[in-house]
């Protein structure tokens, strides 16, 4: 391939950009603009989505869930399944980066201040500290232990609204297995600042003991669960969590089937980007349509005198090759170097993208959004830079060489 | 009103050590009416001494004055508005607006200088029928032969009634007989309009018209003849 | 400028020099100016309409309550003792355009399960003429008006709770003399919101049920929702509180302005782009006529001569150019009008939640006059703002002797 002929086309080709230099400099530039842009655009949403993804898996939610059949189908407490050591060793292993097994019961509180309704996750503490942070953001009193009985942590907002400080005693009231209505005392042991208001609010943790008693009247001595929310490296690893628990009646939820308003929020900013990528992709090629084959046409004495000296049609697509192929080159590999370089520093600082917002943090189903981005720079984003830059010049120079030979041939 | 050029230079530095004279030592007169030709080799510098006279380069060393005013003290945009009120310009390759007509671009320098429409109209009828193209005036140059073209430059150049015209080889692209027609109109307007021309040509049979040859070698004007055609 | 007429010509003429050219130039930059105008126009319009259809469903233009209603510092609290009249609104107009609501927020008990949620007690025939929250009935029928004590569940909530059409759900809650308030109702209906949030936690029964279930005088109430999507202002009334749903859900109108911002932001992208390609294209046209220029200056045209002319060739392009975008923007947002945009688009089908409802996805564009001089006016700066570097180039280049 890199015979003398190519090698010395491939020079020739060299030498035509470096003869306009300035214009091929502008041709390259405006498209690297436009694909730093347009890609920066897509870094940008992937850092945002991968936040809006983290915030709702942090949520209880995690990841995936693993529900008993029927809590699963109606939401029903009331026959949960055993964590046993063998389901602890098939689901606890990589890419499963932690496994909480929670008990969940609806339930709420009334009193002067007012009334709100509450889940109340029945959680085994050294698990859910693997799995949520919340031990870490304990404002008052302490996290929950494995041998306390009837002692609950609450969030901060909800603390506040019903005037509760730790060691405070205050009135459950839910239903349990057979479906009587009970109220129970349990004694604030703490109380946590995560998340946001609403999920202060909605969400208060006891210890599977005390869960057990207050549902079963009873405690079993075992880990018990209604689902298992997990943590992992993301939805991908879907797979292996299927054949862990091939054989059993046990349902996987992941966080979109759990969330489709957050889910349906990420649809949407895939969908606008792809679209918004487009549009760009095609507007610069049109613009650049024209000075890419004014470059062209301008040679055209040039190679009219060329042809007449021998130079074939094959050798002219050669040289038009080349010289599309160094500008490819060269155009994607500034673009790539400076998008690597921005997005790796606002990866690192972040940006607050508050300012499209008049400044204020977006909310969406409970859960707030965070302010500061840190876009994401994955390969994907350079194969598409490339791509972008390839089907942006290749079209335009194609184009432009194809008019100039056509007319070549016309008047030879 | 006299041009002149007193002991002009223009040097090229092409690298450290070495220079090369465009000009050199250019000492010339030009008066009302003259009918002068710089004649030499091909870069032995006509085309610079056309520049300077133009104002369109500044000497390095020297003076080009008009009229006892020193127009090398004149900055970039007087040196134009001078070009625009004394000077007329006729181009080898005629250099015609190809956008606008025989008529618009005759009319063109009139319009830079201000004259009213009816004043414009009148110079323009009067330059195409000078140059005997007065029913042309509506044709754009892609419709015009090569002397037409170079009448309708030479039009251009005399509507204004300038002191000075200055012709760079003039004749070079056209054909004998039209080169011969156009040799023959610049020696009418001379003649019945005391138009001063000064022309740098190779061109034997404008050599023979002009009344002054200045033979130019390396820069410098290395002779003088004057004869009468 | 003298000669200012002719300048002009020269301008034109020059456009026409290589009309193909000139035309894809336009071409480029009236299809982006298009674009821009449709996106603005469907980003704010769209937004507006998907609102509409929002608050429409439920939440409403604005609420009139109690001034101690809803918590000063966060409105998705609210205080179910501060109840008002129509005593209390002098503008009886007001009354046209809305509906009484009743809120109640009780426990509602299947036979194994119950949950809280939040009864709201309606006006019924008010509510089918004013609301389409009738309309996301989708299992049973809605409330009757001429009966009581039937209640119409959220669907998730029905599921939870196990209950279906037919069946007698109990009601708990505290009416507002401090009694225990208790009530047997009938499921007559299930709300179909698309599987969000609200559909878990809402129910609906007559505000009369409602009334009756907190021990209220029939002419008490907590709400007046208005579902006037015409109303420009919101009402002052002396004593009572006046609270639009930006502030009910500000949530839902962060992620609106975000969409509005975030298509300005695409749109001045695609100005820049654009506006590079032709400022690219123009120096080229320039940069051919290099000798001409270099003839003007030599029979005396000055720099600003030659730099003017080439300002009103770009002025003219991007003139004409803008008028054609203007015109196309138009008749897309046109065609969006008669023939409604489907949003899925961009979910790839999927349906959207928007505060705990599915919105619908049609949604119709119509123009919004400031964009028809704001984008022009954005183009014209950019242009010329690109425009300086070849200007520069070409005036330099053009100060060369014959």
Known sequence: MLNDENRYLFKFAWKSIRRHAGRSFFIGFSVSLAVVIAVWVVAFFDGFNAQIEKAVVNTNIGFFQIQDPLFAKTTDSSSPLEYSEELKLKIEKYPILSASPELVLDGNISTPEGAAGLIILGIEPQNHMKFLPIYKHIKEGAFLNQEGEFEIIIGQELAEIFKFNINDQMVLNFQDHLGNLRSELLTIKGIFNFNGKSFEKRFVYINQKTWQKLFFNSYSGKILFNRIALMSDGLRDKKFLESRIDNTQLQIRNWKDLNPEMAVVLEFHDGMIKFFFIIIALTITMTILTPVRMLWQERFKELKMMSILGVSIKKFWKIGFFEAFLMIVLSGFFSTLFLSLLISYQAKVGLDFRFLNDGVAIERAGIKLPGIIFPLLTMNQLVVTFLFVIFVLGISYAWSIHRTLLRLREET | ?229 | MKGFKFLLKFSYRNLLRAPKRTLILILSLSIGTGFIIWDLNFANSGSKEVMKEFLNQYAGEYHITHKDYYREDNKKEFNNFKIISDSEIPDKSLLTFTTRRVTAPVFVSGEKKTLGVLLTGLETEKEIKLSTLSKAVTVGRFLNPNSDKEIVLGKKLAHRIEVKLGDEVAVIGQALDGSVANELMTVVGLIDFGGGDLEESLAFTQIKSAQELLVMGPDQYHQRVDFNMKDETLPQIKGLAVTIWTDLLPEIGVSVRFVDNFTWLVSIVIVLVISLGLSNSLMITFLEREQEFQTLNIIGAKTIWVTVSLLIEVFLLGTIAILLGLLLGQISTNYFYHYPFNIQFFTGGKPIIMGGMIIQPLVRIYPVLEYYWKVPVMIYIFLTMTMIYPLIRVIRRSKNAI
């Open chain 2, 1 to 229: 009103m006299q041009f002149e050029l007193i002991h002009v230079d223009k040097i090229y530095q092409v690298s450290e050590e070495n220079k090369v004279f465009g000009a050199k030592d250019v000492n010339l007169k030009i008066g009302t009416g003259d009918f002068m030709a710089l004649v030499g080799p091909s870069g032995s510098g006509k085309t610079t001494i056309l520049n300077l006279i133009a104002g369109l380069i500044l000497p390095t060393n020297g003076s080009l004055k008009h009229g006892g005013s020193d127009i090398t003290a004149l900055s970039l945009e007087e040196r134009t508005k001078h070009r625009l009120d004394f000077m007329g310009f006729i181009f080898q390759d005629y250099q015609l607006l190809p956008i606008l007509t025989a008529y618009e671009n005759i009319e063109f320098p009139l319009q830079l200088k201000g004259f009213s429409k009816k004043e414009i109209d009148e110079r323009v009828h009067w330059a195409l029928s000078q140059v005997g193209l007065e029913k042309m005036g509506n044709r754009f140059p892609k419709q015009l032969s090569g002397g037409q073209q170079q009448r309708v430059s030479i039009a251009r150049a005399i509507a204004g009634r300038p002191e000075l015209v200055l012709a760079d080889e003039p004749t070079a692209n056209l054909d004998s007989k039209t080169a011969q027609e156009i040799i023959e109109l610049f020696k009418k307007l001379n003649q019945e309009f005391k138009l001063t021309f000064i022309f740098s040509t190779h061109d034997q049979r404008l050599i023979d018209q002009v009344n002054t040859v200045m033979y130019v070698k390396d820069g410098q004007i290395s002779e003088t003849r004057n004869h009468h055609a």
